[in-house]
């Protein structure tokens, strides 16, 4: 069973950063695809970006681009999101989910329904 945790959220103010991590465990993590998505109450969930299975390729929602970055140590099993100049709209859950795929796939994974395991979440609140 693979598991997945994240850590880092928390309370920042506007302007702020944060970094999130997310541990997996119970898989093969240089098979995955990564990804990271969000969702604030009352909202449906949110792509945020996605990273290939080496962390060659990375593909980031339109509207985190030049803020948010992700990457991923494999030596680690860990996939981070460094997230820069938060806005109050950027406060949500932030969740990391995992996608076995095949070596060489891309990080085109912009879908919910496209990953197999998920984390529990970590809130992220942005105050103005």
């Known amino acids: 069973q693979v598991q997945l945790v994240e850590s880092g959220g928390g309370l920042v103010q506007a302007g702020g950063s944060l970094r999130l991590s997310c541990a997996v465990s119970?898989?093969?993590?240089?098979?995955?695809?990564m990804g990271w998505f969000r969702q604030a109450p009352g909202r449906k969930r949110e792509f945020v970006a996605a990273?290939?299975?080496?962390?060659?390729?990375?593909y980031p929602g339109e509207s985190m681009i030049g803020r948010f970055t992700v990457s991923r140590d494999n030596a680690k099993n860990t996939v981070y999101l460094q997230m820069n100049s938060l806005e109050p709209e950027d406060t949500a859950v932030y969740y990391c989910a995992s996608k076995y795929v095949r070596f060489g796939s891309s990080a085109n994974f912009p879908h919910a329904y496209e990953y197999d395991y998920w984390g529990q979440g970590t809130q992220v609140t942005v105050s103005s």
């Open positions: 119970g898989g093969t993590f240089s098979r995955y695809a």
């Open positions: 990273i290939s299975w080496s962390g060659g390729d990375t």
